[in-house]
């Protein structure tokens, strides 16, 4: 499928390294407001067109737009691609409110056009190994979880960091993503939430690049904590945050069972060790993974959403489970502004295992 990209920054480098030998996916034009980054990718990539957003979208040879701008922008760029006829495949979050959210979903469907997003993390072998272990009974009923995220804000190594603190920012809003997206993977939807959040350090500063020692505003909370119910009946404790300069060590995500635990890796990441402590030991077993897989695969969910065009099925990175996981993290706020429990009105039914996850050894 002819594809173009728009947004040329630092994400966009691995998208075009990883699509060049693509089986289903060939990038044949980028587009960014900055057009000299746009030139240097094209000529780094060997990208035969350099475009304005609107040529690009204008395009009729140009099937499918991968959308990388910054998170403000994913859900008007999204619109704008279906709106012109094109599939779309956005980079995490699906958008910064449900309510934009809802217009890719509701113009994708009034098209007859695909809407796919980041991330696609968990169609890693690390999220994979993990989901076919609990289908196969490993750890029996899983009962409950955790995922924590816990480090100093970005302003230590991005050099226009400003938009990670701004309105549907945050560290929520910027790893949730891959943490919720893997545990609805796993334990399936969620059905309500209830939070605390804060701004437990309010002075920041960009601490490197030419905007070295520039305050940053801060608009969004950059510590949140709370309790996620899923439908199966599993109750999840989640934290994230920009506060915590020292780091932690805490795990990524712990899945409990009735019957054993399952200790995951860094769900940002595709591959990584998958680690089960059976009932009644005190040791601790690496699974083999269910495939081989590099540890930075982005675009496998682009992939698989062409491949699942052409073979008229679902695709799995889908702005449904996209706007799922928005929800959820939307309401982490929600619950702590108003002090309750917040119902979500939106579902996610999990695709089948995928057939290329090997049996496990129970």
């Known amino acids: 499928m002819r594809t173009g990209i728009i947004g040329c920054g630092n994400i966009s480098g691995i998208y075009f390294q990883n699509l060049k030998n693509s089986d289903w996916v060939e990038v044949v034009a980028c587009a960014d407001l900055v057009v000299d980054r746009a030139k240097e990718r094209a000529q780094e990539y060997n990208i035969p067109h350099v475009f304005t957003v609107e040529e690009m979208l204008a395009h009729p040879d140009i099937e499918l737009i991968i959308n990388l701008t910054i998170p403000a922008s994913h859900a008007s ?30 113009t994708a469907g009034k098209k007859g056009l695909r809407a796919g997003c980041a991330p696609d993390t968990f169609l890693g072998s690390a999220i994979q ?3 076919a272990a609990m289908e196969q009974g490993l750890i029996g009923r899983p009962v409950a979880a955790c995922a924590f995220n816990l480090g100093a804000g970005p302003e230590t190594w991005h050099h226009n960091p400003e938009f990670f603190y701004a309105a549907g ?12 997206t893997a545990l609805v993977e796993l334990l399936g939807p969620a059905s309500r939430v209830s939070a605390s959040t804060g701004i437990q350090i309010p002075d920041r500063f ?11 505003p801060v608009h969004t909370p950059t510590h949140l904590a709370g309790t996620i119910d899923f439908e199966s009946g599993a109750i999840v404790s989640m934290i994230t945050s920009f506060d915590i300069p020292a780091g932690s060590e805490l795990p990524w995500i712990e899945i409990y069972g009735t019957s054993g635990t399952l200790s995951l890796s860094d769900p940002n990441f595709f591959d990584g060790d998958v680690r089960i402590r059976r009932h009644g030991s005190e040791a601790w077993e690496t699974l083999p993974p269910a495939f081989e897989c590099g540890r930075n695969e982005r675009g496998l969910g682009v992939n698989d959403m062409v491949q699942s065009i052409r073979e008229q099925r679902d695709h799995r990175a889908s702005a449904r489970l996209a706007y799922h996981v928005l929800e959820i993290m939307q309401s982490f706020q929600q619950s702590s502004l108003e002090a309750r429990h917040i119902v979500l ?18």
Do not use: C
Request: charged share 20%; proline share 8%.
């Open 77 to 106: 760029v999204d619109v704008a691609a279906l709106e012109a006829g094109k599939h779309v495949y956005s980079e995490k979050p699906l958008a910064v409110t449900l309510e934009e959210g809802r217009l890719v979903l509701e």
């Open 129 to 131: 190994t993990a989901r």
């Open 169 to 180: 920012g945050g560290p929520m809003m910027d790893m949730g993503p891959y943490y919720l």
């Open 206 to 216: 960009v601490g490197s690049g030419p905007n070295s020692g520039q305050a940053i």
């Open 345 to 362: 009105q939106s579902t996610y039914r999990k695709e089948p295992l995928p057939s290329f996850t090997a049996q496990l050894k129970g």
